[in-house]
């Protein structure tokens, strides 16, 4: 199975503040790795897929990077919606689906 | 309006069954693959189960393989996730999921239901 390292697993921060987490596969995986966001009691939201693609409705202060084994997720002004837990997620594998351990995000 | 609704869970005993469904609108249930995801309290996401559109493939994480069938009936727009032999680290909610795969052909998923809540224990 491929493996999904996020880092870091929680942090704090401000309103404005620029805030970058990485995520880390065991393995290449091209670009097939897709960002969720989810708030307490909610289902995940569709961020980014194919590691830079934009949701749809997702707001354009969210951006993703990265290629072979090493993403990143940027927020490039922290707003207080932002407040929630973020997962990567790689779909390289057809064997099977896997999630990174989740980045907690403090405002 | 595109929605995923999720209904059969409840408590279980250790070693026993439950039916999972995911009924399906606002959109061509019939071409997209679907999947179910799990969340163990206070955890993290955890795939579980893919099925094609036709049905034609499945496949599913080796922690529930031989317990687990997922299956889709397209003319009632229904996913459905037989689950077997429960243990109690089965306990989470369940999601069910759409994958993007029809539209951008990338497995990602773009919509989730609720969720509903499976505890295995006695």
């Known amino acids: 199975d491929i493996q999904m390292t996020q880092s870091p697993s929680s942090l704090s921060a401000s309103v404005g503040d620029r805030v970058t987490i990485t995520c880390r596969a065991s393995q290449s995986i091209s670009s097939y790795l897709s960002w969720y966001q989810q708030k307490p009691g909610k289902a995940p939201k569709l961020l980014i897929y194919?590691?830079?693609s934009l949701q749809s409705g997702v707001p354009s202060r969210f951006s993703g990077s990265g290629s072979g084994t090493d993403f990143t997720l940027t927020i490039s002004s922290l707003q207080p919606e932002d407040f929630a837990t973020y997962y990567c997620?790689?779909?390289?594998?057809?064997?099977?689906?896997?999630f990174g351990g989740g980045s907690k995000v403090e405002i | 309006e595109i929605q995923l609704v999720e209904s059969g869970g409840g408590l279980v005993q250790p070693g026993g069954s439950l039916r999972l469904s995911c009924a399906a609108s606002g959109f061509t249930f019939s071409i997209y693959w679907m999947h179910w995801v799990r969340q163990a309290p206070g955890k993290g996401l955890v795939w579980v189960s893919r099925?094609?559109?036709?049905?034609?493939?499945?496949s599913y994480a080796d922690s529930v393989k031989g317990r687990f069938t997922i299956s889709r009936d397209n003319a009632k727009n229904t996913l459905y996730l037989q689950m077997n032999s429960l243990r109690a680290e089965d306990t989470a909610v369940y999601y069910c999921?759409?994958?993007?795969?029809?539209?951008?052909?990338?497995?990602?998923?773009?919509?989730w239901g609720q969720g509903t809540l499976v505890t295995v224990s006695s």
């Open positions: 999921a759409r994958d993007l795969m029809a539209v951008t052909g990338t497995e990602d998923f773009d919509y």
């Open positions: 997620q790689q779909s390289y594998s057809a064997l099977g689906l896997t």
């Open positions: 099925i094609y559109s036709d049905g034609s493939s499945t």
């Open positions: 194919a590691a830079s």
